[in-house]
Nanobody, 123 residues
Framework: EVQLQASGGGLVQPGGSLRLSCSDS????????IGWFRQAPGKEREGVSCISSSGRRTYYGDSVKGRFATSRGNAKNTVYLQMNSLKPEDTAVYYCATLHFCRGVRDDTLDTWGQGTQVTVSS
């Protein structure tokens, strides 16, 4: 059973960068697409990105296009979310998830949620 863990969150100043990792220590998830989602207090969950199982296709939410990039690591059980030019409105708990395939940044093909990591952007 895939058990995902997001890590790499923290406190960063506006304009700064963070790299989140999504991993499973026991299982390879290279057969799955991996999505990143976030939820801020009092707001609905938002799709951030999705990367196909092959890694050749990526999709981003409008609010993060041009600033965030997702990629697959050389290990078959790690996916990254590089976040640049961070803004206070990026503050949220970030979750990764396995999906059967990407449909933009939607979650309707979702298979398994992972544990989240808090990202706080503040001066």
């Amino acid at each position: 059973e895939v058990q995902l863990q997001a890590s790499g969150g923290g406190l960063v100043q506006p304009g700064g960068s963070l790299r989140l990792s999504c991993s499973d220590s026991d299982y390879s998830f290279d057969e799955y697409a991996i999505g990143w989602f976030r939820q801020a207090p009092g707001k609905e969950r938002e799709g951030v990105s999705c990367i196909s199982s092959s890694g050749r296709r990526t999709y981003y939410g409008d609010s993060v296009k041009g600033r965030f990039a997702t990629s697959r690591g050389n290990a078959k059980n790690t996916v990254y979310l590089q976040m640049n030019s961070l803004k206070p409105e990026d503050t949220a708990v970030y979750y990764c998830a396995t999906l059967h395939f990407c449909r933009g940044v939607r979650d309707d093909t979702l298979d398994t949620w992972g544990q989240g990591t808090q990202v706080t952007v503040s001066s």
